[in-house]
Nanobody
């Protein structure tokens, strides 16, 4: 099992930046898949970005391409989401999730068995 601890989030004005972190605490060396998801009030949970720890290959939803950057630190078993040029429509609860496979990295939230506690991101205009 994977225990995920999130940090970061907060409130910023449009055009600002935030950095989210998520650590997998139950592994010495995590080499699976980790993703970021978000859910706004009244909307379904949507995929934002994901990364395979083994290769570091990132993938992004079209809505955040060019603005968000996902990265990982293998030594710390931690994934980051750097969010730049934030827009009011980015306002949501953000969750990290883990899929512990060295080769598979899905994008559907229902495929991820382990989740962080979530952190609120609010972007004002």
């Amino acid at each position: 099992q994977v225990h995920l601890v999130q940090s970061g989030g907060g409130s910023v004005q449009a055009g600002g930046s935030l950095r989210l972190s998520c650590a997998a605490s139950d592994y010495t060396y995590y080499r699976g898949c980790m993703g970021w998801f978000r859910q706004a009030p009244g909307k379904e949970r949507e995929w934002v970005a994901r990364i395979l720890f083994r290769t570091g290959t990132p993938y992004y939803a079209d809505s955040v391409k060019g603005r968000f950057t996902i990265s990982r630190d293998n030594a710390k078993n931690t994934v980051y989401l750097q969010m730049n040029s934030l827009k009011p429509e980015d306002t949501a609860m953000y969750y990290c999730a883990a899929y512990p496979s060295a080769f598979l990295c899905p994008a559907k939230p229902t495929d991820f068995p382990y989740w962080g506690q979530g952190t609120q991101v609010a972007v004002s205009s």
